[in-house]
């Protein structure tokens, strides 16, 4: 069982920068793969980022890469998303997961935990 909780939304201008950290429970943290999706008013909740278990193997979503990094610290149970060059399309709840299952990070049916989600908006 893992619990996550996100923090470090807020509202940002476009071209900014956010550091969203999310804390996991449990003393397996490091067998799990970890990763970040969010949702936009009106759409559906889409894949942005994801990290292995040891941090060697990272994916992102062609809409962020180059411009968001996500990494972990499995000593701390934390995983982070910072976010550069921030921009209005950016703007959603963005959620923490964890999955312990195999499969392709962008499918959101391997992801077994949710975090309740932190808002970000980015102001044009």
């Known amino acids: 069982q893992v619990q996550l909780v996100e923090s470090g939304g807020g509202l940002v201008q476009a071209g900014g920068s956010l550091r969203l950290s999310c804390a996991a429970s449990g003393r397996t943290f490091s067998s799990y793969i970890m990763g970040w999706f969010r949702q936009a008013p009106g759409k559906e909740r889409e894949f942005v980022s994801a990290i292995g278990w040891t941090g060697g193997r990272t994916d992102y979503a062609d809409s962020v890469k180059g411009r968001f990094i996500i990494s972990r610290d499995n000593a701390k149970n934390m995983v982070y998303l910072q976010m550069n060059s921030l921009k209005p399309d950016d703007t959603a709840v963005y959620y923490c997961?964890?999955?312990?299952?195999?499969?392709?990070?962008?499918?959101?049916?391997?992801?077994?935990?949710w975090g309740q989600g932190t808002q970000v908006t980015v102001s044009s």
């Open positions: 997961v964890a999955s312990d299952k195999g499969g392709s990070y962008h499918d959101i049916g391997k992801y077994n935990y």
